[in-house]
């Protein structure tokens, strides 16, 4: 278009106010042109050329479209703020519809939990009462409400009632997750509400991991022990003390005793005297390896034995990291094990599938 004024570089810059170097360099392609050059040298050919004053809008067109190609221009700019505004707007709706979904599965979940009641109730199986539930819940009915003990002893009913059979002539490696309402101890009260009613029905071997801190894993271990009748179990752990090896020092530990001896443990005449051995450990590759190596070194006397292990931990296991495969291998030693994990968080994926999950409700208090 340049060519139609039929003059020098330097002759139209002088008539244009304008330097004759930034122009050379704007006509070579060296420099992207304002729009007002563009504009003024549309006007000016069209003085001498009017045909050629159609094309502005063409010159312009294409103006625009080099400078939202340069990444370091204006026009870059402003088609980046283009594109970050379409992306928060996309953002946005991508929030309002996870909203939408998030809600739609607490329905979901609410109906899923109706349906499993109304499904036990249909079944008639047995909601699991005895001895140890019925210490825990007095002890329970000493700190809180009526109205909470009512809603956990529901609560840990539907849970026992979806867990393996301790007492089942076929090996069994079950899978569960409770995700637990936020609430003051609530997770605690919860996983010894389970291990009462767990040991009532004939778990034998009950692990109960909790984070990787001494005063967590010590209160943990006070408040079950404190919630269960002494004379039915055997403790492995203290308050004040971690698990440790008992290869060389008190190998009989982990020799359960049978009133039948010609009937495997598992068989519910044995069941009903055996005692419990329990240990509350913190879920640690240190601790999770010595407890390992006891198993290991017990293998034979632990095949009949139902082991149930309650995670209290809520952080997931990073997958393939050593803490994550030591706790693979110990629930791995069990032939007749129960897992139960504990969460008062909803992650947004589980890293393994599991045989039942629940969410309960937040407990009146």
């Not at 002494?230 to 003390?241: E, I």
């Not at 440790?244 to 005297?273: T, Y």
């Not at 995670?311 to 393939?320: F, I, Q, R, S």
Request: proline letters at 7%; charged letters at 25%.
């Amino acid at each position: 278009m340049f060519a139609l004024l039929n003059m020098s570089v330097r002759k139209y810059a002088v008539s244009q106010g304008r330097d004759p170097g930034l122009l050379s360099r704007y006509l070579n392609g060296h420099v992207l042109p304002s729009e007002e050059f563009c504009r003024d040298l549309v006007a000016e050919v069209g003085r001498l050329v009017p045909a050629a004053a159609a094309d502005e809008e063409r010159l312009l067109a294409t103006h625009r479209a080099a400078g939202d190609a340069s990444p370091g221009s204006w026009g870059g700019s402003s088609r980046d703020r283009q594109q970050l505004a379409t992306a928060r707007a996309q953002a946005e709706q991508a929030q309002r519809d996870l909203r939408q979904l998030v809600g739609e599965l607490a329905q979901a979940r609410e109906r899923i939990l109706h349906l499993e009641r109304q499904r036990g109730d249909v079944r008639g199986r047995p909601v699991t009462h005895g001895p140890r539930w019925d210490f825990y819940r007095n002890h329970l009915g000493s700190r809180v409400p009526h109205a909470f003990v009512e809603s956990v002893d529901q609560a840990t009913d539907e849970i026992v009632q979806r867990m393996a059979d301790p007492r089942s002539s076929s090996p069994f490696h079950g899978s569960g997750r409770v995700f637990v309402p936020i609430q003051a101890g609530g997770k605690s009260l919860y996983v010894g509400a389970t291990l009462a009613k767990a040991l009532d029905l004939g778990f034998r071997f009950v692990i109960t991991m909790t984070d990787p801190l001494n005063a967590v894993r010590s209160q943990m271990q006070a408040r079950l022990d404190e919630g269960l009748p002494r004379a039915t179990s055997l403790w492995l752990t203290g308050p004040h003390s971690d698990y440790r090896s008992i290869i060389g020092s008190f190998p009989a530990l982990l020799a359960f005793e049978k009133q039948q001896p010609d009937r495997p443990l598992h068989d519910p005449q044995n069941l009903e005297r055996a005692l419990a051995r329990l240990v509350v450990v913190k879920r640690s590759v240190p601790v999770m390896r010595k407890l390992m190596k006891d198993v290991q070194a017990h293998a034979g006397r632990l095949e009949e034995v139902p082991v149930l292990i309650l995670d209290a931990v809520d952080g997931p296991l990073m997958p393939g990291g050593a803490l994550d495969r030591a706790v693979t291998d110990l629930k791995a030693a069990f032939p007749r094990l129960q897992y139960l994990s504990f969460a008062t968080v909803d992650p947004a994926e589980r890293e393994t599938p599991e045989d039942f999950t629940m969410w309960l409700q937040t407990a009146p208090r």
